[in-house]
């Protein structure tokens, strides 16, 4: 009975495990219902390959500036526990306007280079580089215990020679961000274009039905599924936590 009683005590006593989750900062293209008219964002589908719960906070038509300066980034750092994943994709929207539409950042990949753009009012902006957000915010989540991954923009429709484009400089400043805050880099933009370049331009457009950036929920899976290939052609921790459908997802590595 004594020992008994000890054993109800220690289980007492025991700090509670918290599982852990994976937290998702992007635009619509990650996004639930980001592009509108039954498009949908390829977070909605990342949970099923997984063992553990995936909580969608893109929002469509942001930004590594915009995500960074409406305090979403912010949001996901007070949230996360230690051993939390967060997976960070921008580039769609972060490219250059005339006026500045709140979204642009200074082009280049220094993480000290700024430049000055002007708002529609005639009001004078100073903005950063893309690298000089994403790695901010990596640094802020490492600083809590959670592990960053921070994955290139997805591929639009947009084919040259029977194959997906070349990716645009924000995949290549998405790489940079990684390799200089030393967490994992996920190539989804190679990834989701290998897969779109074995299923072919015909049957890919069908998953473009707006415009040629948002996913029908079938291209979205896609476009999941190549985010799983790409963790499990990878290092990083998380594709620990693939489970057999995400092990069974299709095409190898690049």
């Given at each position: 009975?004594?020992?008994q009683?000890?054993?109800?005590?220690s289980?007492?006593?025991?700090?509670?495990?918290?599982?852990?989750?994976?937290?998702?900062?992007?635009d619509?293209?990650?996004?639930?219902?980001?592009?509108?008219?039954?498009?949908?964002g390829?977070?909605?589908?990342?949970?099923?390959?997984?063992?553990?719960?995936?909580?969608?906070n893109?929002?469509?038509?942001?930004?590594?500036?915009?995500?960074?300066?409406?305090?979403?980034?912010?949001?996901?750092?007070?949230?996360?526990?230690?051993?939390d994943?967060?997976?960070?994709?921008?580039?769609?929207?972060?490219?250059?306007?005339?006026?500045?539409n709140?979204?642009?950042?200074?082009?280049?990949?220094?993480?000290?280079?700024?430049?000055?753009?002007?708002?529609?009012?005639?009001?004078?902006?100073?903005?950063?580089?893309?690298?000089?957000?994403i790695?901010?915010?990596?640094?802020?989540?490492?600083?809590?215990?959670?592990?960053?991954?921070?994955?290139?923009?997805?591929?639009?429709?947009?084919?040259?020679?029977?194959?997906?484009?070349?990716?645009?400089?924000?995949?290549?400043y998405?790489?940079?961000?990684?390799?200089?805050?030393?967490?994992?880099?996920?190539?989804h933009?190679g990834?989701?274009?290998?897969?779109?370049?074995?299923l072919?331009?015909?049957?890919?457009?069908?998953?473009?039905?707006?415009?040629?950036?948002h996913?029908t929920?079938?291209?979205?899976?896609v476009?999941?599924?190549?985010?799983?290939?790409?963790?499990?052609?990878?290092t990083?921790?998380?594709?620990?936590?693939?489970?057999?459908?995400?092990?069974?997802?299709?095409n190898?590595?690049?």
């Amino acid at each position: 009975m004594f020992s008994q009683s000890i054993v109800v005590l220690s289980l007492l006593a025991a700090p509670l495990v918290c599982a852990q989750t994976v937290y998702m900062a992007g635009d619509s293209t990650m996004a639930r219902n980001g592009g509108g008219s039954g498009s949908d964002g390829w977070g909605q589908y990342l949970g099923q390959y997984l063992t553990i719960p995936v909580v969608n906070n893109a929002v469509a038509g942001r930004s590594s500036r915009s995500y960074t300066e409406e305090g979403r980034f912010t949001t996901i750092i007070n949230t996360v526990k230690n051993g939390d994943y967060v997976v960070i994709e921008f580039g769609h929207n972060d490219g250059t306007a005339n006026p500045d539409n709140g979204r642009q950042v200074a082009v280049g990949d220094g993480y000290d280079t700024t430049a000055t753009v002007t708002a529609a009012n005639g009001t004078k902006i100073l903005v950063h580089t893309f690298p000089y957000y994403i790695q901010n915010a990596v640094t802020s989540l490492k600083a809590k215990g959670a592990i960053p991954i921070v994955s290139s923009q997805t591929p639009s429709n947009d084919w040259s020679g029977g194959a997906i484009v070349a990716g645009p400089r924000f995949v290549g400043y998405a790489q940079t961000a990684a390799s200089r805050t030393g967490v994992t880099y996920v190539n989804h933009y190679g990834y989701v274009a290998n897969s779109f370049n074995k299923l072919g331009q015909s049957t890919t457009s069908t998953f473009f039905p707006v415009d040629h950036t948002h996913f029908t929920p079938a291209g979205a899976n896609v476009v999941a599924q190549s985010f799983v290939r790409g963790l499990l052609c990878g290092t990083d921790s998380l594709k620990s936590k693939v489970n057999s459908a995400g092990q069974a997802v299709p095409n190898g590595c690049i």
